[in-house]
């Protein structure tokens, strides 16, 4: 089936960088846009932005530009999230999607199950 | 940017009631608008897309309308297993913003 797993709970300090992965199975992996939502604590949901795990194509929410960083890695169907300045206000837990739809209608389905990145000193 | 507003932000009901939950664009998005569902601790899953069209497996008591700026999430009679937090997104512009949610609640 398809599914999206991804790493691991993170604890950072405030200032750092974290790299938060995506492994994708159960599909042709380049043939769908990777997006990424985050969930701050208690909080809705706020896109990031996407990448095209063919081209290495990103585009990020003006708020995350200059910060993120959406990469492929094709052969092991694995895409990346690298987040850096950290700061207490991003600790959230952040999920990868799968674009999917038809006729110019897009949706995400499936998520990942989500991966908490707590910031604090 | 667009912006997507959904009311209310929570409501309490009863199981078997029907219940609308609202979405406003801040501009015409056709009706390239989605729904999701979320329950604690798990990740989102969609309801509907499209504004109007279920997503395979979803029960038929989930409906959704509208077009332009206006839309609605109907669950015509709830269940025990439908108390969770929804949430709008539009797919008009390539900048998927989300609604706030509506958290609905025992």
């Known amino acids: 089936q398809v599914q999206l797993v991804q790493s691991g709970a993170e604890v950072m300090k405030p200032g750092a960088s974290v790299k938060v992965s995506c492994k994708a199975s159960g599909y042709t992996f380049t043939d769908y846009f990777i997006h990424w939502v985050r969930q701050a604590p208690g909080q809705g949901l706020e896109w990031m932005g996407w990448?095209?795990?063919?081209?290495?194509?990103?585009n990020y929410a003006q708020k995350f530009q200059g910060r993120v960083t959406m990469t492929s890695d094709t052969p092991i169907s694995t895409v990346n999230m690298e987040l850096s300045r950290l700061q207490s206000d991003d600790t959230a837990v952040y999920y990868c999607a799968r674009e999917y739809g038809g006729n110019s209608f897009i949706w995400f389905d499936p998520w990942g199950q989500g991966s908490l990145v707590t910031v604090s000193s | 940017d667009i912006q997507m507003t959904q009311s209310p932000s929570s409501l309490s009901a009863s199981v078997g009631d029907r219940v609308t939950i609202t979405c406003r664009a801040s501009q015409s998005i056709r009706n390239y608008l989605n729904w999701y569902q979320q329950k604690p601790g798990k990740a989102p899953k969609v309801l509907i897309y499209a504004a109007s069209t279920s997503q395979s497996g979803v029960p038929p008591r989930f409906s959704g309308s509208g077009s332009g700026t206006e839309f609605t999430l109907t669950i015509s009679s709830l269940q025990p297993e439908d108390f969770a937090t929804y949430y709008c997104q539009q797919s008009y512009s390539n900048m998927y913003v989300f609604g706030r949610g509506t958290k609905v609640e025992i």
């Open positions: 990448i095209n795990p063919k081209s290495g194509v990103t």
